[in-house]
């Protein structure tokens, strides 16, 4: 049986046409599969890498940690009070200059952003500190005091932190509670005094707990 097409100079069996068509589609279906696959495929490593994501991560950046603490001793810095005793102090400001309108929750404050303390304060010049934060660009810096046998609620940031360990002992934790894409499971981890910078991935449900005596971290924002 033939099929007369218009505009073709020839006419072609239908069984020929009908082949080809079939073939056409079994080729389409196919590629759409193979496609499937190949997400499927992408989208497994995607889960597996997610899982295997550290939580802190060590950067490449060490300083000379008794060189900072010896400027901080000599430096007049006004610590801000927290409900259990703990204490922090800014680094960085958001152009008035103040020691404690960075530290705190920013949750009530929905029209004050991290990034808005990006401005370091003329007592951190020329200092160790100062370094650091322009080493990392980073934004909210501070320095915060973790009292001995406190601990923080279980709570999310909206952005990566940096942490570097000032003084410290073996019982002060970072707790990973829940498990989640990211989390595949419970987690802790203790940051030493070893002059490096950890970024930590605090986008995820997290606490800190001082099990032991005061501890002191820099904080700092990741942009």
């Not at 020929?16 to 696959?37: D, E």
């Not at 802190?56 to 060490?62: F, L, Q």
């Not at 800014?90 to 009530?108: E, I, M, V, W, Y």
């Amino acid at each position: 049986m033939y099929l007369q097409s218009h505009g073709l100079k020839h006419a072609r069996p239908v069984s020929s046409m009908l082949w080809k068509i079939s073939y056409r589609y079994s080729c389409i279906c196919h590629n759409s599969i193979q496609n499937q696959r190949w997400k499927t495929v992408h989208f497994t490593v995607w889960i597996v890498r997610a899982l295997k994501m550290s939580l802190i991560d060590r950067t490449n950046h060490k300083y000379d940690l008794e060189q900072l603490k010896w400027e901080l001793s000599n430096l007049n810095i006004s610590w801000q009070p927290d409900a259990d005793g703990s204490l922090q102090t800014a680094l960085q400001h958001r152009g008035d200059c103040s020691f404690h309108d960075a530290c705190g929750s920013l949750k009530d404050r929905p029209d004050v952003s991290e990034r808005d303390f990006s401005q370091l304060l003329p007592l951190y010049e020329g200092t160790i500190l100062s370094q650091i934060i322009k080493d990392f660009n980073a934004v909210r810096s501070r320095l915060m005091r973790k009292n001995m046998h406190t601990t923080y609620s279980v709570h999310k940031d909206k952005a990566k932190r940096y942490h570097m360990a000032i003084d410290t002992h073996e019982h002060a934790y970072f707790i990973f509670p829940k498990k989640g894409l990211i989390q595949d499971r419970k987690e802790i981890f203790h940051i030493p005094a070893d002059g490096y910078v950890y970024e930590v991935n605090t986008t995820v449900a997290h606490t800190v707990a001082n099990c032991g005596p005061d501890r002191t971290h820099l904080v700092m924002v990741k942009k």
